[in-house]
């Protein structure tokens, strides 16, 4: 079990310019969610798919954030137009939702951005 | 809509001894399930309980137990036996569709 991996775990950026963050998820799981922590707070809900289809977007969430799974399987979140309000830890999340019905998360160990 | 209230945003407790955290929710729905979650130091997010609304009996999981309150909405963690490696965030979370979680409580056990 090689449980949820995120790609970059660590990036630093100047305003203004894109990102791109990568989750792979444990490989049976069909849902995928994506989480912003800033320090010394909960995990804030941003976005969540179930195998390719994106169910519910916050409305927190700027448009220039988006996000894919385009085969079910990674995802990517990408930020457009970075703010130094976007620096945050970005985490990833998966689960299986049929048989077990646990709806339990697996964690990623997340991105850290740091907008400059 | 889902919230999550943890009142304590500190706690501490010298090892061995117990500690309660408290945790409020509010939720529409009648299916839902309720979550401890800890985070260690610079470690990633790790399941420490869970509490499947439907059932009236509080879950356990060795040192870790809950106090599951459906009509008050409460659910508080009780941490038995405190060990240093129980120093993280705690976070409380409820899931519907989606996982919900509330602000955390640090908890600091000291030796």
């Known amino acids: 079990d090689t449980g949820v991996s995120q790609d970059p775990r660590h990036k630093i950026t100047k305003r203004g310019q894109n990102v791109t963050f990568r989750c792979d998820p444990i490989?049976?799981?069909?849902?995928l969610y994506w989480y912003r922590q800033t320090l010394g707070q909960g995990p804030e809900f941003l976005t969540y798919?179930?195998?390719?289809?994106?169910?519910?977007k916050s409305r927190l969430l700027s448009d220039r954030f988006s996000a894919e799974r385009p085969k079910g399987s990674f995802s990517t979140l990408e930020i457009q137009r970075t703010e130094q309000g976007d620096s945050a830890m970005y985490l990833c999340?998966?689960?299986?939702?049929?048989?077990?019905?646990?709806?339990?998360?697996?964690f990623g160990p997340g991105t850290r951005l740091t907008v400059t | 809509a889902q919230t999550v209230t943890q009142s304590q945003p500190e706690m501490s407790v010298q090892e061995a001894e117990t500690v309660t955290l408290s945790c409020t929710y509010d939720?529409?729905?009648?299916?839902?399930?309720l979550f401890w979650y800890k985070q260690p130091p610079s470690r990633q997010m790790i399941l420490v309980i869970r509490?499947?609304?439907?059932?009236?009996q509080n879950a356990t999981e060795n040192r870790f137990s809950v106090n599951f309150q459906k009509a008050a909405k409460s659910f508080s963690l009780k941490i038995s036996d405190s060990q240093l490696g129980d120093t993280a965030m705690y976070f409380c979370?409820?899931?519907?569709?989606?996982?919900?979680f509330g602000t955390g409580t640090r908890l600091q056990v000291f030796p």
């Open positions: 490989s049976e799981h069909n849902r």
């Open positions: 979370a409820s899931h519907t569709d989606k996982l919900i």
């Open positions: 509490q499947e609304a439907y059932k009236q």
């Open positions: 798919f179930q195998n390719e289809a994106q169910l519910e």
């Open positions: 999340a998966s689960s299986l939702t049929f048989l077990a019905d646990t709806y339990e998360l697996y």
């Open positions: 939720t529409s729905e009648n299916n839902y399930y």
